[in-house]
């Protein structure tokens, strides 16, 4: 089986994770209203007859002044320039080009959100970014799936003239990974300004056994006592009402039914404990 790598960048909240998702045809990367949502590098795997792409969603490309922001940030920037291809996603509505030019020549450019900019608008953007030399541009919009079949068969396409062969699985859905974000995804919903940015989630437990009822238990950990109250909500109504609407994603995700434990706990050095970082997939600097 032929296989096709194709990491998938851009500035935050250009719609990255909700163009894999539609590339999928299913859920791989959480996706909000906010910016920087994606922190981690996550996987998703397109398989097709005799074919597979596997799609790198990666966090936003943009300094943010934490400690974990930084560390994304001059990750990213090596990571881009060992890429000999990418698929480069960028918001039609302010595509910030100067960003990426000296990437658009190894990318296949996505213009997102087209159906919020007037079709005149585009044509110099796209001329820009001939001239830069970009292998493909791609005007899409991910929420209606206008172009999205497009870009698709051209990676389809791409597929069948790689040189790249299938290893064994390229992917293997990790059920912690997804339920952590799943439940990150809920809290970034629920609530505003720094809690989401602030909390840290991993598993305690995971039991998937095939065709029966799984269990996972996870950990929220804070680093303000103060954000534990307001977790949990009047009476623990809060927390309830975020393990219900996970438990149900994870069920429909799993196809079959299952048990999701959630406990609180505060950790005043969060932050500064490297093992938190390198589970996110960044190593800090020795």
């Not at 989401?196 to 998937?208: D, S």
Request: overall charge positive; glycine content about 6%.
């Amino acid at each position: 089986m032929k296989s096709l790598v194709m990491p998938v960048v851009g500035l935050a909240n250009v719609g990255k994770s909700t163009i894999i998702n539609a590339l999928m045809g299913d859920k791989v990367s959480i996706v909000t209203h906010k910016p920087h949502t994606t922190r981690s590098m996550v996987f998703g795997s397109k398989k097709m007859q005799g074919a597979e792409i596997l799609f790198v969603d990666t966090p936003g490309i943009e300094k943010v002044s934490t400690k974990l922001g930084s560390l994304i940030f001059n990750s990213m920037k090596d990571y881009l320039s060992s890429l000999e291809e990418m698929l480069l996603v960028l918001d039609a509505c302010n595509p910030r080009i100067e960003k990426f030019a000296d990437v658009v020549s190894k990318s296949v450019v996505v213009l997102n959100k087209i159906d919020r900019v007037r079709k005149p608008k585009l044509l110099p953007i796209i001329h820009q970014l001939q001239e830069l030399g970009a292998k493909e541009v791609f005007m899409v919009s991910a929420n209606s799936g206008d172009g999205m079949q497009q870009l698709m068969d051209y990676l389809r396409m791409r597929v069948d003239h790689s040189a790249q062969k299938e290893k064994g699985s390229l992917y293997v859905e990790d059920v912690a990974q997804y339920a952590c974000e799943c439940v990150r995804e809920k809290i970034l919903v629920q609530f505003e300004k720094e809690i989401p940015y602030k909390i840290w989630i991993h598993t305690k437990e995971v039991h998937v056994p095939e065709n029966s009822a799984w269990k996972i238990v996870l950990r929220i950990v804070v680093p303000k006592a103060s954000y534990k109250p307001i977790l949990l909500g009047k009476g623990g109504l809060q927390m309830k009402a975020i393990g219900t609407a996970a438990r149900v994603e994870l069920c429909a995700k799993l196809k079959q039914p299952g048990f999701l434990g959630m406990e609180i706990a505060v950790d005043e050095q969060l932050w500064q404990r490297d093992h938190v970082y390198e589970q996110l997939g960044w190593k800090t600097p020795k």
